[in-house]
């Protein structure tokens, strides 16, 4: 297995970064010259919640730190499929081998932001985490800036674990959830609590929206119930040389992620992914015999395509909604037209609250489970792998229809004290970079928190105002 193999290498660069430095090798931010930000995270996979996340993020530096006194950079893994996001930053290509082009992009900057909200943890990929702390630790071991915004932290396999603490320590991590942030806390990484950054997310006009619905059979008064399904037993990704190998003479088709990384496949996961995709479907239909709904399968990353095409045959072909075909604005625009959704997918909860969408949540790791839980709505999320999914869909999506007005108050309040840990989150950003570069110019003296956050919408404007 070649994951070893990246942490090590990853490690050995770091701890070579830390070595040229200290022999006096490279540039140090001056005043007179603008603050080089490498923002890395899981872009150009359209990925719609990593996109909007990093988004955001990007519109919030600019607003604390000063549009002219910065320039931003972002690793996509194809700048094609993020063309016209992240406003001027210039995108970056990530190559799937990574190390040797963290070893030299990062100290062309004077900072490394890592975006990734999954930063810390072995269920998707140890080597995404390779990734996040190769770029935190690189630029920590030059007395950098060095800084996860916005992380979750979870189980971690061995190396993995080892790495976040030896390197993390001279970074600061800003989670965004209590959970993360005691463990990261265990590991010896100075750690502040924050938030994710997407709930101020601006999508395209509800118009876009109302006219793609409407052209996908949609009657403009019918309740749409928005579903948002993945595949949740294909992971963790590994990089493997021996399939890729054979993958060269047609192996491992079916599991091919994309270069040396491959899913996890066998007879199990089909299994499981066949209980938990028709038990949505199940839920669904039972829902719809009893309530007038128009159901829209709603696919936040493109991988979410195929099992979204599942559902919708179960459903009598439905439409299917992916971002593979919309960008990260459109597709939220449709997405907050529904009145009521159930997702598997994080950021479909978070990028659709703003805007009142009543949703429940189907989990495979403790985001929206957390997310349920600062709502004060434990009963509005279940297991991917729970053998009553079916009834227990069911019972969420009635909840949702009986409960709407309570938990849409519920919502709504929890969305602005995010905005609230947002803006703390932009004056740790603030500290940190001080405590880096002294000479670079920050504010000094009393502000409202909302100058440390990007412009308000008049929709989240709103609801400031009504919880306040």
């Keep these: 297995m070649m994951d070893p193999v990246l942490g090590l290498w990853v490690s050995g660069l770091i701890e070579w ?11 140090r931010w001056h005043p007179g010259r603008k603050l080089r930000l490498l923002f890395a995270g899981y872009n150009g996979a359209r990925n719609t919640g990593a996109d909007v996340r ?8 600019r607003q604390v730190l000063g549009e002219h006194r910065v320039e931003l950079g972002v690793l996509s893994q194809d700048p094609a499929l993020t063309a016209g996001y992240f406003g001027d930053a210039k995108q970056v290509p990530l190559p799937d081998i990574f190390p040797p ?37 690189m630029a920590a071991a030059r007395n950098r800036v060095a800084i996860g915004y916005g992380a979750e932290a979870g189980r971690m396999n061995r190396l993995p674990r080892w790495m976040t603490s030896r390197y993390g320590k001279q970074a600061l991590v800003i989670a965004r959830s209590e959970e993360s942030r005691d463990l990261l806390v265990d590991l010896g990484v100075p750690t502040e609590l924050g938030t994710d ?64 990384y491959f899913h996890k496949a066998g007879r199990r996961v089909d299994d499981a992914n066949e209980h938990y995709l028709g038990s949505i479907a199940q839920a669904v239909r039972a829902f719809r015999e009893r309530h007038a709904v128009f159901p829209i399968l709603v696919a936040m990353e493109r991988l ?60 495979m790791d403790e985001r929206i489970r957390n997310l349920m839980r600062q709502r004060g709505q434990d009963h509005l999320f279940a297991e991917v792998d729970d053998p009553d999914l079916t009834e227990r869909t069911l019972t ?40 880096r570069y002294p000479e ?3 504010r000094s003296g009393i502000h409202s928190w909302e100058e440390y956050v990007p412009p308000l919408t008049p929709e989240l404007r709103a609801l400031v105002e009504a919880h306040e």
């Design 197 to 260: 950054t997407a709930w101020t997310f601006a999508p395209s006009p509800p118009a876009y929206g109302e006219a793609k619905l409407k052209a996908a059979g949609w009657d403009g008064t019918t309740p749409i119930l928005a579903v948002c399904p993945i595949d949740p037993f294909w992971w963790p990704v590994k990089a493997s040389l021996l399939k890729a190998t054979a993958r060269a003479f047609g192996g491992y088709k079916k599991s091919h992620y994309r270069s040396i």
């Design 17 to 27: 970064g830390k070595l040229r430095h200290t022999l006096g090798e490279g540039d």
């Design 440 to 442: 670079f110019p920050t």
């Design 54 to 61: 990093v988004h955001e993020m990007l519109r919030q530096v």
């Design 304 to 363: 979410d395509t195929a099992p979204c095409q599942i559902v919708a045959e179960k459903l009598d072909g439905a439409p299917v909604f992916s971002s593979n075909d919309h960008n990260m604005f459109e597709l939220v625009s449709i997405a907050r037209k529904a009145r009521w959704m159930v997702s598997s997918r994080y950021h479909g909860i978070v990028t659709t609250m703003p805007a009142g969408v009543v949703s429940a949540g189907i989990t």
């Design 396 to 435: 969420m999506l009635e909840a949702l229809h009986a409960e709407e007005h309570a938990i849409r108050e519920g919502m709504s309040r929890t969305v602005v004290q995010h905005l609230h840990a947002m803006a703390r989150m932009g004056r740790y950003l603030e500290e940190h970079i001080a405590q």
């Design 101 to 137: 082009f963290l070893s030299r992009e990062v100290p062309r900057h004077d900072g490394v932001i890592a975006c990734e909200g999954s930063m810390f943890k072995s269920k998707f990929a140890d080597a995404l985490t390779f990734m996040m702390v190769g770029s935190l630790g």
